[in-house]
């Protein structure tokens, strides 16, 4: 069967990663992106410069008709789906939660959650056994942030990840029996371009002394982790999560 993966938020950071080690391990790669084509465009450019095929297609996860684009395009172009990674989302200023405004909190949500929720659906109309398809895997990227809060900081964005943990749970009970497995991975203080939207690029270096590891994570390492939940090695692996947070 050919190995087919959407990566949402592929441009970037762990969506990059994990696009760039999924095709070195024989997928066909969809790179969703939402505005930055030409960085898109380099990691399709890497991927057919080492033999496999790729695309990069963009999409807003957070609008259902373009949900429904980026999959119709993979349906044409490298065939039906067999693995997502729910990676894109957003994250936001620094801001304690009195400062909050609704437009703010509908931005956040829309795009971690409801995002996830539309890809998922996608994939699981295409996946299902119960649906002719021939079963598949999903791996959603939670954060570290769903466990301790990101007081101070964007508890915004530590909900909507909360929310993908549930979510990760309930579908993976859900769909366990139509052939498609469902987990997570919840990085932390990895070396990404993320940090810059929340207004703190360098905040990794500011607080890997608290880690017990002593050191931020890189994206490949997040990477490593998706491509095992992905992988037939990880065959009787649903609902869980693989912490990549350097022990914190």
Known sequence: MEKV????????????????LAAKQGYAVCVNYLRNQAAAQAVVNTIEEGGMPAIAVAADVASEDDV??????VDRQ???????????????????????????LSRIFATNVIGSFLCAREAIKRMSTKQGGSGGAIVNVSSVASRLGAPGEY??????????????IGLSKEVADEGIRVNAVRPGFIYTDIHASGGEP?????????????RGGQASEVANAILWLLSDAASYTTGSFIEVAGGK
Do not use: C, W
């Open 5 to 20: 993966l959407i990566v949402t938020g592929g441009s970037r950071g762990i969506g990059a990663a994990t696009a760039l």
């Open 68 to 73: 429904n684009h980026l999959f119709r395009a």
């Open 78 to 104: 490298l065939g039906r789906v067999t693995a997502l990674v729910n990676n894109a989302s957003i994250l936001e200023q620094q801001m304690r939660v009195e400062k909050m405004d609704t437009t703010r």
């Open 155 to 168: 508890i915004d964005y530590a909900a909507s990840k909360g929310a993908i943990d549930s979510m990760t």
């Open 202 to 214: 360098n905040r990794v270096e500011r607080v890997k002394h608290l880690l017990p590891m002593k």
